[in-house]
Nanobody, 127 residues
Framework: EVKHVETGGGIVQTGGAMRHSCLTS????????IGWFSQAPGKEREAVSC??????????KDSVKGLFNISRDNAKNTVTAYLQMNSLKIEDTAVYYC??????????????????WGQGTQVTVSS
């Protein structure tokens, strides 16, 4: 059984930084993607940043390019994914979820492709 346990989240001032981690256990897949998604109140969940196992390629939402960084560490049957968030803005306020799926897809940002999800952590950026 795949499980995600997220740490991070909290309250930060505008321009501040925050780091999330997502410990994934039960991984037995050779090909997978791990992503960070945000969901603001009244809005749909959307991809913030994703990383693939095949070639370690990354993708970022336009508004966070150059500000956020996704990375991962592999160990036997576990993967820890990180999201470093810098220069945070009020509009970054949301619940952040770690998600994953096994396999390969041409578009790794589609929420409905992800099979496994973490519990979500609230990020609040204050002025």
């Amino acid at each position: 059984e795949v499980k995600h346990v997220e740490t991070g989240g909290g309250i930060v001032q505008t321009g501040g930084a925050m780091r999330h981690s997502c410990l994934t256990s039960g991984f037995t897949f050779d090909d997978y993607a791990i992503g960070w998604f945000s969901q603001a109140p009244g809005k749909e969940r959307e991809a913030v940043s994703c990383i693939t196992s095949a070639d370690n390629s990354t993708i970022y939402k336009d508004s966070v390019k150059g500000l956020f960084n996704i990375s991962r560490d592999n160990a036997k049957n576990t993967v820890t994914a990180y999201l470093q968030m810098n220069s945070l803005k009020i509009e970054d306020t949301a619940v952040y979820y770690c998600g994953s799926y096994s396999g390969t897809y041409s578009d790794v940002t589609r929420v409905y492709d992800y099979d496994y999800w973490g519990q979500g952590t609230q990020v609040t950026v204050s002025s």
